[in-house]
């Protein structure tokens, strides 16, 4: 089951942060590049940061001792902040390009939402999971084995959305923004 639940996540959370990558590049064209590269970067944390904070409420028991609580306390405060900061790039992204409404409500609840559903999913999996054996059977690879693995994945993930969203904002930043002599995109959103 845990493996299940981690491939789902990791194919919801690239989809999430690829679309919400998409919304902004397709969405904001006519905003200024500082602008739109700092909201490109920006709008992938509006998915990663509720997914750590769901991942350490599944694997991690907080209600051990106080510096565990105090420990996920400081990465939910990190969190918000990052995605607070992106939130604002969205709207303020989204008021330059004159998008419509529906554009930033889209990300900034989305985000919200998988903030306010990440703690207790990630609590809920952790009590219905069955625990690990202590002694497990011999043909099954070791915890630091494992660990090297999910280690692998996850840097491979964060690449790959890091380069996602440095194309897209590259893109979207020395797109051609219809200036005269260019010649008519046969699509633009709106249209």
Known sequence: MRVLAYLL??????ALSLGAGLLVGLTFQDVPRGLLLATAFTSPFLVVGPLVIGSFAAYFDHRTSAGSRQYLRWWLVGVVALDVVAAVFVVLAAISAGAPLWAPAVLVLGAAVLLVVARPLGALFRRTERPIEVDPD????DAAVVRRKIVKIGVTFVVAAVLASIGAALLAALGDHGGPGSPRPCWSPGS
């Open 138 to 141: 011999p043909s099954l690879p």
């Open 9 to 14: 996540t990791i194919i919801t959370s690239t």
